[in-house]
């Protein structure tokens, strides 16, 4: 199995941008699609970022997501950051036989 | 609208065991792969288990192997977790959630597990 490695927590001003990476410890983070996780407080995680860096349907495109395979890491930006984006951020994968969550990344908006 | 409906947590001994039923809504519940992901107190998500819309693939997390069961119920559109030989590590709000391609696109609101002499 493999690991999902997501700083601790990241913080920024409204307007500004933050950036979370997601660094997977074995196997290519390019051979399995990647998702993320938003989950505020009391609440069930809803969908961000699905296959890398499609957005569902409402969510607005201040969030994208990349993959970066020379440092097999997968990135959520947020722009234009607003308070209601202060939550939990998972990052999401799998393998031949298991999903894997990173280890989670709390954004406050300042 | 798609809506998912855990149930069956509570109090119970280590050693104990629990079944955890999801009761889905608002789509065609026999089509779809589901997962039970759990995330105990003030830690982050842990997928659990994961079962094919044919049930004819069932995967589950190195920490449950052997414990956990997956199983479904299409005529009933339910989804299920028999959890036996429960450890305190066990408690947690368990999720259920329906996977389109790789992704949980609707999740439930969750049933607590406490395991706890």
């Known amino acids: 199995n493999f690991m999902l490695t997501q700083p601790h927590s990241v913080s920024e001003s409204p307007g500004k941008t933050v950036t979370i990476s997601c660094t997977r410890s074995?196997?290519?983070?390019?051979?399995?699609?990647v998702q993320w996780y938003q989950q505020r407080p009391g609440s069930s995680p809803t969908t961000v970022i699905y296959?890398?860096?499609?957005?569902p349907s409402g969510v607005p495109d201040r969030f994208s997501g990349s993959i970066d395979g020379s440092s097999n890491s997968a990135s959520l930006t947020i722009s234009g950051l607003k308070t209601e984006d202060e939550a939990d951020y998972y990052c999401?994968?799998?393998?031949?036989?298991?999903?894997?969550f990173g280890t989670g990344t709390k954004v406050t908006v300042l | 609208e798609v809506q998912l409906v855990e149930s069956g947590g509570g109090l119970v001994q280590p050693g104990g065991s629990l079944r955890l039923s999801c009761a889905g809504s608002?789509?065609?519940?026999?089509?779809?792969?589901m997962n039970w992901v759990r995330q105990a107190p003030g830690k982050g998500l842990e997928w659990v288990s994961y079962?094919?819309?044919?049930?004819?693939?069932?995967y589950y997390a190195d920490s449950v192997k052997g414990r956990f069961t997956i199983f479904r119920d299409d005529a009933k559109n339910s989804l299920y977790l028999q959890m036996n030989s429960l450890r305190a590590e066990d408690t947690a709000l368990y999720y259920c959630?329906?996977?389109?391609?790789?992704?949980?696109?609707?999740w439930g609101q969750g049933t607590l597990v406490t395991v706890s002499s």
């Open positions: 959630a329906r996977q389109v391609f790789f992704d949980n696109d609707y």
């Open positions: 608002g789509f065609t519940f026999s089509t779809y792969g």
């Open positions: 079962i094919s819309s044919t049930a004819t693939t069932m």
């Open positions: 074995s196997g290519s983070i390019a051979n399995n699609y």
């Open positions: 296959e890398d860096n499609q957005r």
């Open positions: 999401q994968s799998y393998d031949s036989s298991s999903y894997v």
